[in-house]
């Protein structure tokens, strides 16, 4: 049974009734963030039941000694992991003396979370009886600045219902924190710093190893019914903690109400000896604008997001919903502003997998921001791949590759692999041909060929040095295998000839030999300089092509598919139509010995080839694989369902499109995997973006031109979306009985909508 507390609603978040065992969930479900930083929903005030804390700062890690029971060579050093930082929203208070708590109040009723996604804020309100009897509502409204991105804003407000009191407000700092999946409860950080400066404060510490310097600061003003109280603050200071109290008798019915302004300042951006100075900067721009106005550049910068990232689903509100909480989150996460920064799976709603790197960006991501987004966001992402280059070529050389052949993390912060589930995802090699795959995807939408000389073309040299390296020559078969391999399905761990693996491998030689001689003939400065720098020559790019050329692929000509590696016809093939409902997830119920003896899928791995090479193969082959893997595939990644929402749409399955589209825009929100407390899933977020343009909208670039092929499910009466499409935007209206495809920012644009050409001219929208 999945979760279902979660009020339906178009534009918002909406959590009704104060429930305990919802609160880990919602802290995750009810997150904020702005690309620098991001938070849980964690309560301002003492909350002494169950919560899982944590406030993260973008591109602030740790490496945590990888813990493993048996050491062998090639181990990472580290298991790296975006680290909670310190704490800045703490507001507590005392109410005639009584110390505030939800966990202990005799009654708390009319309970509502607001996570207001249109307009990037989030509220929370009640009325409650403390266990003194004291009668109150409270509000509490919070967000991350888009406008200034290292300041948050909270405005909690008190008001007595029955009688007068007095309130102390403790306005805190605290850096006295931890991390919930520390490896050897070792200390992340080191405070050095406490101080108090009039109506501000700052902690100034730094990341262990790391040794990344932040201040975290904060500044308060108090309010009786909207007009200032001029007050200042008495201060309490230890070695982690500053707090600033504030004291006012209330009458009752009056409201009293801290604005709170709190944020990071890090040395990645500033001299780490002027941060308090910096901070004092960020404070005076907040403060001068105060709670309101900074809501309002809030509510603009939204406006502006959604403008263009927005999709629009009519007669289905649940639908709705969970399209925008993804794209909220999306946009919450990674703006693109620094190529230093990526998109970890969980983004700043939990610890789980470190915060860090995986295949997902370049995999799922990239096409998010190419079309919501202008060209130099994606850029940033690939270009965060070049300037991991040297460290993926040294990763390379610790398994024991050598002259430049490079292999991008399965997992990294920095471009060091950096993994604890060492033994299951070390194999996944396939993550290299997910980077090569990212610029050709890059290329073929943006038309800015410009990265591949300046920075692409190293990249896909060093990919296929490892491809050539990595491939056995099978004397038996004549043809070259890849053994000892995860293929995308971590279910089957080690196996021999993962068919997605070898199609990559083959792929990514034969594109990088192809961009090779295409830089050679338009740009022969860049050519000149690269093979300088990589020394490649003409017979080794012989030996890549011979690998390619003689590239093996398990294949059953009985059922006429590929195999999802050798020996996967050996299995019990039991589709997962007749499992017992009681034994799944498989991956809580089963013990991994099983699962490996198993045909079961976690997600797609022959169809992530399809889905990325859908032009190689016909659509009947397309369906042959679809119909044969699917029943196998139980969808215990978070990744799995988009891809096979897209898939089932081309097919035209569109009762499965359409469940398959649910279970991935309602992960979350639903709780599917039963794991929401611990984050979100961030990077198949962007796959729910791709579920509806690649899917429903059949969006797909061919012969150089934009395409469509637009399908609407039976439970939705309209559906719009919009894409920057190399400068060009273009508004795509579905309903059951027409599309509409209109134009902005370029006179016209020749695209293709069912095969056929049409052109598009600006202020005139095309009737199909």
Same mark, same amino acid.
């Given at each position: 049974?999945?979760q279902?507390?979660?009020?339906?609603?178009?534009?918002?978040?909406?959590?009704?009734?104060?429930?305990?065992?919802?609160?880990?969930?919602?802290?995750s479900?009810?997150?904020?963030?702005?690309?620098?930083?991001?938070?849980?929903?964690?309560?301002?005030e003492?909350?002494?039941?169950?919560? +899982?804390?944590?406030?993260?700062?973008?591109g602030?890690?740790?490496?945590?000694?990888?813990?493993?029971?048996?050491?062998?060579n090639?181990?990472?050093?580290?298991?790296a992991?975006?680290?909670?930082?310190?704490?800045?929203?703490?507001?507590?208070?005392?109410?005639?003396?009584?110390?505030?708590d939800?966990?202990?109040?005799?009654?708390?009723?009319?309970?509502?979370?607001?996570?207001?996604?249109?307009?990037?804020?989030?509220?929370?309100s009640f009325?409650?009886?403390t266990?003194?009897?004291?009668?109150?509502?409270?509000?509490?409204?919070?967000?991350l600045?888009?406008?200034?991105?290292?300041?948050?804003?909270i405005?909690?407000?008190?008001?007595p219902?029955e009688?007068d009191?007095?309130?102390d407000?403790?306005?805190?700092?605290?850096?006295?924190?931890?991390?919930?999946?520390?490896?050897?409860d070792?200390?992340?950080?080191?405070?050095?710093?406490?101080?108090s400066q &009039?109506?501000s404060?700052?902690?100034e510490?730094?990341?262990?190893?790391?040794?990344?310097?932040?201040?975290?600061?904060?500044?308060?003003?108090?309010?009786?019914?909207?007009a200032l109280?001029?007050?200042?603050?008495?201060?309490?200071?230890?070695?982690?903690?500053?707090?600033?109290?504030?004291?006012?008798?209330?009458?009752?019915?009056?409201?009293?109400?801290?604005?709170?302004?709190?944020?990071?300042?890090?040395?990645?951006?500033?001299?780490?000896?002027?941060?308090?100075?910096?901070?004092?900067?960020?404070?005076?721009s907040?403060?001068?604008?105060?709670?309101?106005a900074?809501?309002?550049?809030?509510?603009?910068?939204?406006?502006?997001?959604?403008?263009?990232?927005d999709?629009?689903?009519?007669?289905?509100?649940?639908?709705?919903q969970?399209?925008?909480?993804n794209?909220f989150?999306?946009?919450?996460?990674?703006?693109?502003?620094?190529?230093?920064?990526?998109?970890?799976?969980k983004?700043?709603?939990?610890?789980k997998y470190?915060?860090?790197?995986?295949?997902?960006?370049?995999?799922?991501?990239?096409?998010?921001?190419? %079309?919501? @987004?202008?060209?130099?966001?994606?850029?940033?992402?690939?270009?965060?791949?070049?300037?991991?280059?040297?460290?993926?070529?040294?990763?390379?050389? @610790?398994?024991?590759?050598?002259?430049?052949?490079?292999?991008?993390?399965?997992?990294?912060?920095n471009g060091?692999e950096?993994?604890?589930?060492w033994?299951?995802?070390?194999?996944?090699?396939?993550?290299n041909g997910?980077?090569?795959?990212?610029?050709?995807?890059?290329?073929?939408?943006?038309?800015d060929?410009?990265?591949?000389p300046?920075?692409?073309?190293?990249v896909?040299?060093?990919?296929?040095? +490892?491809?050539?390296?990595?491939?056995?020559?099978?004397?038996e078969?004549?043809?070259?295998?890849?053994?000892g391999?995860?293929?995308?399905?971590?279910?089957?761990n080690?196996?021999?000839?993962?068919?997605?693996?070898?199609?990559?491998?083959?792929w990514?030689?034969?594109?990088?030999?192809?961009?090779?001689q295409?830089v050679?003939?338009?740009?022969?400065?860049?050519f000149?300089?690269?093979?300088?720098?990589?020394?490649l020559?003409?017979?080794?790019?012989?030996?890549?092509?011979?690998? %390619?050329?003689?590239?093996? +692929?398990?294949?059953?000509?009985?059922?006429?598919?590929?195999?999802?590696?050798?020996g996967f016809?050996? @299995?019990?093939?039991?589709?997962?139509?007749?499992?017992?409902?009681?034994?799944?997830?498989?991956?809580?119920?089963?013990?991994?010995d099983?699962?490996?003896?198993?045909?079961?899928?976690k997600q %797609?791995d022959?169809?992530?080839g399809?889905y990325?090479?859908?032009?190689?193969?016909?659509?009947?082959?397309?369906?042959?694989?679809?119909?044969?893997?699917?029943?196998?595939?139980?969808?215990?990644?978070?990744l799995s369902p988009?891809?096979?929402?897209?898939? %089932?749409a081309?097919?035209?399955?569109?009762?499965?499109a359409?469940? +398959?589209y649910?279970?991935?825009?309602?992960?979350?929100?639903d709780?599917?995997?039963?794991?929401v407390?611990? &984050?979100?899933?961030?990077?198949?977020?962007? &796959?729910t973006?791709?579920?509806?343009?690649?899917?429903?909208?059949?969006m797909?670039?061919i012969?150089?031109?934009?395409?469509?092929?637009?399908?609407i499910?039976k439970?939705?009466?309209?559906?719009?979306?919009?894409?920057n499409?190399r400068?060009?935007?273009?508004?795509?209206?579905?309903?059951?009985?027409k599309?509409?495809?209109?134009?902005?920012?370029?006179?016209?644009?020749q695209?293709?909508?069912?095969?056929?050409?049409?052109k598009?001219?600006s202020g005139?929208?095309?009737?199909?």
């Amino acid at each position: 049974m999945n979760q279902d507390y979660i009020k339906p609603d178009p534009w918002s978040i909406i959590e009704e009734g104060f429930d305990a065992e919802r609160v880990k969930s919602s802290e995750s479900l009810f997150s904020l963030g702005n690309g620098a930083m991001g938070q849980r929903a964690n309560f301002e005030e003492t909350y002494t039941g169950d919560t +899982f804390q944590g406030s993260y700062i973008a591109g602030v890690y740790y490496p945590d000694k990888t813990r493993v029971g048996w050491w062998k060579n090639g181990y990472p050093e580290y298991f790296a992991k975006v680290l909670n930082a310190p704490n800045w929203i703490g507001i507590n208070f005392t109410i005639n003396g009584e110390l505030f708590d939800l966990n202990t109040c005799e009654s708390v009723t009319d309970f509502k979370r607001e996570l207001n996604m249109k307009e990037g804020w989030y509220c929370r309100s009640f009325n409650s009886i403390t266990s003194n009897g004291n009668a109150l509502n409270i509000k509490s409204t919070r967000f991350l600045s888009l406008a200034i991105d290292e300041i948050g804003a909270i405005r909690y407000e008190i008001t007595p219902i029955e009688s007068d009191v007095r309130i102390d407000f403790e306005s805190y700092l605290d850096s006295g924190i931890t991390n919930e999946d520390s490896n050897w409860d070792d200390k992340f950080w080191n405070t050095t710093n406490v101080e108090s400066q &009039g109506k501000s404060a700052f902690v100034e510490a730094h990341t262990m190893k790391t040794n990344i310097a932040t201040c975290t600061f904060m500044q308060s003003e108090l309010f009786l019914d909207n007009a200032l109280i001029e007050q200042n603050p008495t201060v309490t200071e230890k070695d982690f903690f500053v707090a600033h109290i504030y004291t006012h008798n209330v009458k009752k019915g009056q409201t009293i109400a801290l604005h709170k302004f709190g944020g990071y300042t890090v040395s990645s951006n500033h001299d780490a000896t002027q941060l308090i100075q910096a901070a004092k900067s960020v404070l005076k721009s907040a403060i001068d604008l105060g709670f309101d106005a900074l809501l309002k550049k809030q509510k603009q910068a939204w406006e502006k997001i959604w403008s263009m990232s927005d999709i629009t689903i009519e007669g289905d509100i649940k639908a709705q919903q969970g399209i925008r909480f993804n794209i909220f989150h999306l946009n919450q996460t990674y703006l693109g502003k620094d190529s230093r920064l990526n998109i970890g799976p969980k983004g700043f709603t939990g610890e789980k997998y470190g915060g860090s790197t995986y295949w997902d960006t370049e995999a799922y991501c990239i096409p998010f921001y190419m %079309a919501t @987004k202008n060209q130099d966001v994606a850029r940033n992402l690939l270009t965060y791949r070049y300037n991991h280059l040297q460290k993926a070529i040294e990763n390379a050389e @610790k398994l024991g590759f050598s002259n430049g052949a490079a292999l991008y993390p399965m997992v990294t912060i920095n471009g060091e692999e950096c993994h604890n589930e060492w033994e299951i995802t070390f194999e996944e090699i396939h993550r290299n041909g997910a980077i090569a795959f990212a610029i050709f995807n890059y290329v073929r939408y943006t038309n800015d060929y410009s990265y591949v000389p300046e920075m692409g073309l190293e990249v896909l040299i060093g990919i296929a040095r +490892f491809w050539q390296q990595r491939a056995t020559l099978s004397a038996e078969k004549n043809k070259y295998v890849i053994l000892g391999v995860t293929g995308p399905n971590e279910y089957e761990n080690n196996v021999n000839n993962n068919w997605y693996t070898n199609y990559l491998a083959k792929w990514c030689i034969d594109f990088a030999t192809e961009q090779i001689q295409k830089v050679k003939e338009s740009y022969a400065h860049d050519f000149d300089r690269i093979m300088g720098k990589t020394k490649l020559i003409d017979s080794e790019i012989k030996l890549w092509k011979q690998v %390619a050329d003689k590239m093996y +692929f398990p294949y059953s000509e009985t059922k006429g598919i590929y195999l999802q590696q050798d020996g996967f016809l050996d @299995k019990e093939l039991i589709t997962v139509s007749n499992l017992n409902t009681s034994e799944r997830p498989i991956n809580q119920k089963w013990s991994w010995d099983r699962i490996l003896r198993s045909p079961y899928i976690k997600q %797609a791995d022959v169809l992530q080839g399809f889905y990325f090479f859908e032009d190689h193969f016909s659509t009947d082959e397309l369906e042959k694989h679809f119909n044969f893997y699917e029943p196998f595939t139980v969808h215990e990644s978070s990744l799995s369902p988009c891809v096979h929402s897209i898939q %089932a749409a081309k097919l035209n399955k569109m009762d499965q499109a359409y469940t +398959f589209y649910l279970r991935t825009s309602r992960l979350d929100l639903d709780d599917y995997n039963k794991e929401v407390e611990e &984050g979100l899933h961030i990077t198949s977020m962007a &796959g729910t973006w791709m579920s509806i343009v690649e899917g429903f909208g059949g969006m797909r670039i061919i012969e150089n031109q934009l395409s469509f092929e637009t399908k609407i499910p039976k439970e939705w009466d309209a559906y719009s979306f919009k894409i920057n499409f190399r400068n060009s935007i273009i508004k795509v209206n579905v309903s059951a009985s027409k599309s509409v495809f209109e134009l902005f920012g370029t006179p016209e644009l020749q695209i293709l909508v069912n095969g056929s050409p049409e052109k598009l001219i600006s202020g005139k929208p095309l009737h199909v």
